[in-house]
DNA sequence: CTGAAAGCGCTTACAG
DNA sequence: CTGAAAGCGCTTACAG
């Protein structure tokens, strides 16, 4: 950990501007050529001058972003689990979280000068398919940002992100090895994020290793909320041909989809097997208790602060990209199908 | 909103002293005496003074503060949809968000000192029975605090809180009318809490009220967990003379119980009728979705910190004391008692 | 324990 | 668009 307190006047020398100029640029004052702003902000960057603070009294604080519009709530849900993890693994280094909105930033300032007045020292970035590219922006600048659950191919991008492919794979094996050979993909609709493609193809994957067609008509767009759910349900039950075990990809739809079904009466799993996602341990608050493909939301919110604080600490230290498998989790929710299904397609089964 | 920026000079005219002893009053250096350092930061927080501020970047910054041991993590559960509305009621007025725990207050710094140094302008407080005294120190000090979920008869501590006992008279009327003549309460067990004494008391309101002896035996202390709750159920199950409705003063152990008594064959509401309590809507997160007396704890953390926004914009404002009633919502685990329990009471039902 | 005064870091009106 | 220099707010070694 660099100790020695960082002035403006040793950004100025080591830029060949005057103190006046890097003041300037630090408080996105007019005036500045372009030149003169790119070299400052960068020599912040890579010292880690953190503006005038007060020896004893400094405490580094970290930022959990939000590069996304009102789409995604902070602390709800999902964003709740994270962040609790990114809280924890920073209250045990003495560092202060504070939640922000990318929505705050100006216009006319650049990502540093944004975070330089919010007095964040580092940030731990939440992302959306339509704003990624901002996490190759900040990082472009020099500024410590590590993405949480999202990955990028520019391997100067810090990340911390899961693999859904690995417990989805699992998920498709067990449905199958059941004797499932009609399986839907209740699939969030919420563009092609990183996660989304990645479970849409270990469900194709699945399908295939395990010898089974794909079948468009069994992959149905689903709202992310419980009441989206229970809808691929209802509309399951009109299908010519339903499916016999359907795999959601988020947890409300899950809940709506189980409540759903048994209020029409099918019976879970005989009648119905259902695969759910988890971000916690939402799966044993409900009954039945719900197999699922498994997140560790506080987990990825952990390593995420814990790899930034790495590199705060020690900043000629690389970018991390860590990657956290997903578990599959056999419960009551999913189970072989009705001998019926299994008949009908000519099949003995397992 | 006072709009110009306070500087030492004025807090130390105002004072009497010099800037000098206003810094070292700040900064908590030794050598002060007590009659300065008390002078000093009275005009601190009368007159909000918030430190070397550069006009345009200063952005309020509100801290969630835990005063509690760790037995109430920050961000998960409760605190999460408290935070939640904290966050989002904050975010609405430009003002920032961080969350600290009182652990890090240095034994010899005073809480103003404390937050000072963490550059939180006023606190939203989150304290324990075993804390609730450091409401009234902060308070005292003149720090701009709004606590949540927890009451005081000191006019001066502003707080935010519910009325358990409106949701908790109205679930008590209402198994009573649907005739059920021995009703449990499964309470948790950390300590007397403002919303222990509550629910405990329009527990024992309600039987009153109802023509319903009070029976020692059928009040359960539960752990709030899960397993608490499931073990209520075993409990139950063990008595001669077992209760036909329990309510649950916590989400967790309702969730237990439920998926316990299902769990052993029980019908529920038929032989065992459960009243919950929620904080959002877990409630109808499970099947069947439960009966509950619901807060809504996001709401309580949007008042608390709109509440406290307010008395920063002025600091004349007096703190607001306010309660938010909490409602009864009838579901789908309670009904009528099996006929039976009421013949073996000699009992014609409502 | 306290203040007058020097010093430090940042900002800004002024000059070019 | 930039720097030299004055200025501002806070801190701290020094003196009492």
Redesign the pocket.
């Known amino acids: 950990m660099t100790t020695t ?5 040793q950004i ?1 020398d080591q830029t ?9 640029v ?2 996105n ?9 790119d070299a400052v902000l960068r020599a912040v960057n890579e010292a880690g ?1 953190r ?2 603070t ?2 004893s ?1 400094s405490v580094l604080q970290i930022g959990l972003v939000y590069a996304v519009s009102s789409e995604t709530a902070p602390l709800r849900g999902y964003e709740a689990d994270l962040a609790a993890g990114v809280y924890s693994s920073l209250a045990d280094q003495q560092a202060q979280m504070a939640i922000l909105h990318l929505a705050d930033k100006r216009p006319d300032e650049t990502f540093t000068q944004f975070f330089h007045r919010k007095h964040v020292d580092g940030v731990v970035l939440r992302v959306s398919s339509a704003s990624r590219a901002i996490a190759g922006q900040i990082t472009e600048e020099g500024f410590p940002c590590v993405v949480a659950s999202d990955r990028f191919d520019n391997g100067s991008i810090g990340y911390v992100d899961y693999d859904s492919r690995v417990g989805m794979a699992r998920a498709m094996d067990y449905l199958a090895e059941l004797g499932h050979r009609r399986v839907s993909l209740a699939i969030h609709v919420h563009g092609e994020d990183t996660d989304h493609r990645d479970r849409m193809q270990a469900y194709k994957e699945g399908l295939s290793r395990n010898g089974l067609d794909f079948d468009p008509a069994l992959v149905i767009p689903t709202i992310s909320s419980r009441e989206g759910g229970a809808s691929v349900i209802d509309q399951c039950m009109t299908m010519a041909n339903p499916p016999t075990a359907i795999v959601f990809t988020n947890p409300p739809p899950t809940i709506g989809a189980i409540k759903r079904a048994l209020q029409r009466g099918l019976k879970v799993p005989d009648d119905l097997s259902i695969v759910g996602y988890d971000n916690a341990d939402l799966r044993h608050s409900v009954f039945p208790a719900f197999s699922a493909v498994c997140q560790d939301a506080e987990r990825i919110g952990r390593l995420a602060a814990s790899s930034l604080m790495d590199r705060l600490q020690d900043r000629s230290v690389a970018p991390v990209q860590t990657v956290v498998p997903t578990l599959f989790e056999a419960n009551e929710t999913t189970g072989a199908p009705r001998k019926s299904f299994k008949a009908a397609d000519g099949l003995s089964g397992m």
């Open positions: 307190t960082l002035t403006i006047r100025a060949g501007v005057s103190t006046a100029t890097v003041s300037r630090l408080n004052r007019p005036g500045i050529s372009d030149k003169a702003r001058y503006g005038r007060n020896a009294a």
